[in-house]
């Protein structure tokens, strides 16, 4: 059984600050990571993907991945209140679109003024 | 671009009854998911079309979900007869090949 982990939260962080979100997963198998912005009744959103290990910035967000200790994080910088929503963790078999996705509960974050 | 687009948003039916559930790709994309999310938990995969061939459906819970893609365009999920564990918002995700997946906004299905 996959198994993807994440903190419920919430996660409370001031604007401006740095928001930390993390992931475990458990199968090692796991070759594609990604992470989805999801506000209330709104479909998941792509916000980072990274298939390597290391870390991958794209503007205010920089996934990080250690495939040997199966952790994937995403640090967002300079938070907004804009960006307060539940961040979903989702994990893939292979590094290709035919693989299905094994998603985490979710961390909501909540970024106050 | 158009994204995903999913009817209806909202379902509410009577336990017994059927529902169906649409699901409009982003254009030109050949793999279309289904997944849902109960309360509480965290959103599971159904089933997955590559064109309209059933590439896995392993996550499909029981014979009472039928799901289609005619000619490999938009994707049609059948709940018959539906039981109340079957509430729960039913997300649709399409993708190009080697791409990453982008998702509907769901439709919420609520049994009564």
């Known amino acids: 059984q996959k198994e993807v982990e994440q903190n419920s939260g919430p996660l409370s962080v001031p604007e401006g600050a740095i928001a930390s979100l993390n992931c475990t997963y458990s199968d090692r198998g796991s070759q594609s990571f990604f992470w989805y912005r999801q506000y209330s009744g709104k479909s998941p959103e792509l916000i980072m993907f990274?298939?390597?290990?290391g870390d991958k910035e794209d503007g205010r967000f920089t996934a990080q991945l250690n495939k040997a200790s199966q952790y994937v994080s995403l640090l967002i910088r300079d938070s907004q209140p804009s960006d307060s929503a539940t961040y979903l963790c989702a994990v893939g078999g292979d590094g290709s679109g035919y693989s299905t996705l094994t998603f985490g509960k979710g961390t909501m974050l909540l970024v106050s003024p | 671009e158009a994204g995903v687009t999913q009817f209806p948003s909202h379902s509410v039916i009577e336990k017994g009854q059927t529902v169906t559930l649409r699901c409009d790709p982003i254009?030109?994309?050949?793999?279309l998911y289904w997944y849902r999310r109960v309360m509480g938990k965290e959103i599971k995969f159904l089933l997955h079309?590559?064109?309209?061939?059933?590439?896995?459906e392993s996550g499909m819970p029981n014979n009472r979900f039928l799901a289609e893609r005619t000619g490999g365009t938009y994707s049609t999920l059948k709940v018959q007869p539906a039981e109340l564990e079957d509430s729960g918002v039913y997300f649709c995700a399409s993708s190009r090949q080697d791409q990453p997946q982008h998702f509907g906004d769901g439709t919420r299905l609520s049994i009564l």
């Open positions: 990274i298939y390597s290990n």
């Open positions: 079309f590559v064109k309209e061939s059933k590439q896995d």
């Open positions: 254009s030109g994309h050949d793999n």
